[in-house]
């Protein structure tokens, strides 16, 4: 090789750094998490497992608190608590996912039957219910 075809070779190690919200403390993630309204938190859960197992340890008190305090804060008159068998994290995807239970598909107009415990489009709840 020629002098003016030399590489530029770097002699700093090739490191990768992690993102700043990975190496907090899973205390103080979480007690940033206290501020987030509930699609927030829906949004964290889905960016890495780490954060995914942070916020859906379904028997941890903590999370669990976490997520009702969310859900008092910013969805209006949901005092009531998770329908039997939720965890606070289910019951808040209950309310504000727009997705049929029996179908799958999203953003079909859906309804929730509270008496059943299910979302559903109309066609689905007619369907598959005993009326």
Same mark, same amino acid.
């Given at each position: 090789m020629t002098t003016s075809q030399t590489r530029s070779v770097s002699i700093l190690p090739t490191t990768t750094l992690s993102p700043p919200l990975l190496v907090l403390p899973p205390e103080t993630f979480l007690q940033i998490c206290k501020s987030l309204s509930p699609a927030d938190l829906l949004s964290l859960s =889905? #960016?890495? /497992?780490? $954060? &995914? @197992?942070?916020l859906c340890q @379904?028997?941890?008190i903590t999370v669990q608190e976490i997520w009702r305090k969310s859900r008092l804060d910013y969805i209006p008159c949901r005092e009531l608590g998770p329908l039997e068998g939720m965890t606070e994290r289910d019951y808040i995807k209950f309310l504000m996912e727009d /997705?049929?239970? $029996?179908?799958? #598909?999203? @953003?079909? #107009? =859906?309804?929730? &039957?509270w008496e059943r415990g299910v979302r559903a489009c109309l066609g689905c709840f007619r369907e598959k219910t005993i009326q």
């Amino acid at each position: 090789m020629t002098t003016s075809q030399t590489r530029s070779v770097s002699i700093l190690p090739t490191t990768t750094l992690s993102p700043p919200l990975l190496v907090l403390p899973p205390e103080t993630f979480l007690q940033i998490c206290k501020s987030l309204s509930p699609a927030d938190l829906l949004s964290l859960s =889905t #960016v890495c /497992k780490t $954060f &995914y @197992n942070d916020l859906c340890q @379904n028997d941890s008190i903590t999370v669990q608190e976490i997520w009702r305090k969310s859900r008092l804060d910013y969805i209006p008159c949901r005092e009531l608590g998770p329908l039997e068998g939720m965890t606070e994290r289910d019951y808040i995807k209950f309310l504000m996912e727009d /997705k049929c239970g $029996f179908c799958g #598909v999203q @953003n079909r #107009v =859906t309804r929730i &039957y509270w008496e059943r415990g299910v979302r559903a489009c109309l066609g689905c709840f007619r369907e598959k219910t005993i009326q």
